[in-house]
């Protein structure tokens, strides 16, 4: 067994790798960039290496600093995780011919599922069921169009490079096909360097079926049975569980059966995975089943097989890597009960899925017997905008899909994240859906009834007042206990946005300047409301501060400057909207505090204006 690792990635698949690694007695050195440099997984790890600047071609994608990076530190092996340089075979072979152990397959594996018209083609040879379709070299627009007919309308366009769901067209009909074709290999070309692209058979409610599959260096492969990712937004999976809805033996025995086939006909080893689309119209059945494409690395979504077969992919990774034998045979591998796992994101589903960045103040996931959370950010760590803005994956495991489907949806609903937003509460909604609590998923389902779901949560009533007694002093509240329960409304800010709240209690003798309520995986923060607060000093001095936490994103003056009343001095943008922040009075700016993109906590002393005489 290698007695060293680094791990060419970051976030929650580093932290994943380097806790196995550390089980196993195995030294870890974690790479990091510039915006990198307080993250997790550098804090986890034994030693880090700096590899360059935030942008990932400067740092995480340049192989040859990683290289350096292992040869420095006496790494024995490197583990890619996934994305990144993970399916990269030049990579994998830079590494080998370093002397180094790649945690990976050969590169000839995955160079000959690199391409899906190539990879389909190898598995029809292999005698793996593929998707109908064209994938033939020929590029001319006239003969893919007449492909595009003889496959049959509604047909995908795939960039054969594509990847994550990029480069990838549904065409209805013969009109549309020209114009799709276009983009398609517009955006192939500039995402992925290559604008071929195949044709396939749209299947009518696809549902994603995939099968885990590992091999050893000693020709031995078996699968670790299926997983099922059709909850899907924009091709991009949302919630992944194992088993799958409605799997019989038969058809479980014969999907497996394929995706072995199809492992070993490019001599795999490691962990990879098979894609497989299915017929999801009626009952799942072998011959309504095709193989998509192959994943030749770790996927995201493996915690939920490592949940019921009670295997540690990445152990037996390490293993394999090593030249060990697999740990395990066929026979002794058998599922037991059922994992579901959402991806919680850094985004708002509100505001069209944009990622969210910032600190996050607070982080908070919800706990539950049988649950698991894979993370690679902490309380006061930041999302930054140069990767991926998943905060983490949040796994479940039941009895059955029922009880796994309710723990999940507990443990995100008792999830708290603040400033950032995130997608707690879409997923709670999207695992209620009574289609995905049926077990019907196919991957339209978000597409169909998704705008629902995400609609921004807002706080209960019962919460909100809960919140507000806190702020208000008990003895604005004595006027109103003549009665029984004092009644009277005030106005508050939630996130910046006024809201009008019951207060039902008593107040406090020790008044909160702003009280975080959380409920349905959702934060938001509620401060008294002072009428002129966004719009320069509250209290009548010259000082200017951040009447929430937000980012600087202009400033308008400079130390020593004289201004006029009402004149701008900055702008903040907080909870996605911008305040202009102005001079109170005609004066001097005698402290400045701000400079643009900087992030400001509440209360922030950002300029002070020194009144004229
Ligand atoms: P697929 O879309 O083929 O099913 P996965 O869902 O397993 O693939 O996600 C892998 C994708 O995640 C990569 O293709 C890449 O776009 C993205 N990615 C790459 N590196 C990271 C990372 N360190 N953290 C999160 N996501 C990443
Ligand atoms: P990527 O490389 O982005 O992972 P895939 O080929 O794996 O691309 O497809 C991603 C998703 O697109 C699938 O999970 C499925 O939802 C949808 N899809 C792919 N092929 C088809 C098809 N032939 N018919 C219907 N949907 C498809
Ligand atoms: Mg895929």
Not at 241 to 259: H, I
Not at 577 to 599: C, I, K, R, W, Y
């Amino acid at each position: 067994m290698i007695k060293s690792l680094l791990i060419a990635n970051r976030g929650e698949i580093a932290c994943r790798v380097i806790r196995t690694a550390r089980e196993l007695g195995i030294r870890t050195v974690a790479v990091y960039s510039d915006a990198d440099a307080q993250a997790l997984h550098v804090q986890e790890a034994d030693e880090a290496v700096h590899i360059g600047p935030a942008p990932t071609r400067e740092s995480y994608l340049v192989g040859e600093k990683i290289i350096a990076a292992a040869k420095q530190t006496g790494a024995e092996g490197i583990h890619p995780g996934y994305g990144f340089l993970s399916e990269n075979a030049a990579f994998a072979q830079a590494v080998m011919d370093a002397g180094i152990v790649w945690v990976g397959p050969n590169p000839d594996s995955i160079t000959a599922m690199g391409l899906k018209d190539a990879a389909k083609k190898l598995m029809a040879e292999a005698k793996v069921p593929v998707t109908p379709g064209y994938m033939g070299e020929d590029q001319s627009p006239g003969v893919l169009a007449d492909e595009a007919g003889k496959v049959g309308y509604p047909v995908l366009i795939k960039a054969v490079a594509g990847g994550g769901g990029k480069g990838m067209r549904l065409v209805e009909s013969e009109d549309d096909f020209a114009d799709a074709l276009q983009s398609c290999k517009r955006e192939a070309a500039s995402s992925f360097g290559n604008d071929h692209v195949l044709i396939e058979k749209y299947i009518a409610s696809p549902r994603h079926i995939e099968v885990q599959v590992f091999g050893d260096k000693h020709g031995n492969v078996v699968h670790l049975f299926e997983r099922d990712c059709s909850l899907q937004r924009r091709h991009q999976k949302v919630i992944e569980e194992a088993p799958a809805p409605g799997m019989d033996s038969d058809t479980r025995e014969a999907l497996c059966a394929a995706a072995v086939r199809a492992a070993k006909a490019v001599d795999y080893v490691g962990a990879g995975t098979i894609e497989f689309i299915a017929d999801g119209s009626g009952k799942l059945s072998a011959d309504k089943i095709w193989f998509m494409e192959m994943n030749t690395r770790l996927q995201v979504e493996h915690p939920v097989t490592e949940e019921i077969t009670g295997v540690d992919l990445v152990e037996w990774q390490l293993r394999v890597a090593s030249g060990e034998p697999l740990p395990m045979s066929q026979e002794d591998l058998t599922i037991d009960g059922w994992a579901m796992e959402a991806r919680l994101y850094a985004e708002d589903p509100a505001k069209g899925f944009l990622p969210s960045i910032g600190k996050l103040d607070l982080l908070q996931f919800g706990e539950a017997d049988g649950g698991r959370i894979d993370t690679g950010v902490y309380e006061g760590a930041e999302v930054s905008p140069h990767y991926d803005p998943m905060i983490a994956k949040v796994i479940a495991w039941g009895e059955d899909r029922s009880e796994a489907r309710e723990r999940l949806g507990d443990m995100l609903a008792d999830s708290a994240v603040w400033p950032v937003k995130t997608n707690a509460s879409f997923l709670v909604k999207a695992l209620q859906h009574p289609d995905f609590a049926a077990g019907n998923v196919d991957t339209g389902l978000i597409g169909r009834d998704g705008e629902e779901m995400a609609e921004p949560p807002v706080p209960s009533d019962d919460v909100l007042q809960a919140a507000a007694d806190a702020l208000v002093p008990a003895t604005d509240m004595a006027g109103f206990r003549l009665n029984a329960a004092p009644q009277r409304a005030a106005w508050f800010l939630l996130d910046g946005e006024k809201v009008e709240v019951d207060l039902t209690g008593m107040g406090t003798d020790e008044p909160a300047t702003g009280v975080l309520v959380t409920e349905q995986g959702q934060a938001w923060l509620l401060t008294p409301w002072r009428q002129d607060a966004a719009h320069g000093a509250a209290d009548g001095s010259g000082a200017i501060v951040a009447p929430m936490p937000g980012k600087v994103i202009s400033v308008e003056v400079e130390k020593g400057d004289a201004v006029i009343k009402g004149q701008k001095l900055l702008t903040l943008e907080a909870m996605k909207m911008e305040h202009t922040l102005t001079a109170p009075f005609d004066g001097t700016v005698a402290e400045l505090n701000a400079s643009a993109g900087a992030q400001v906590q509440v209360d922030a002393l950002l300029v002070m204006i020194e009144e004229s005489e």
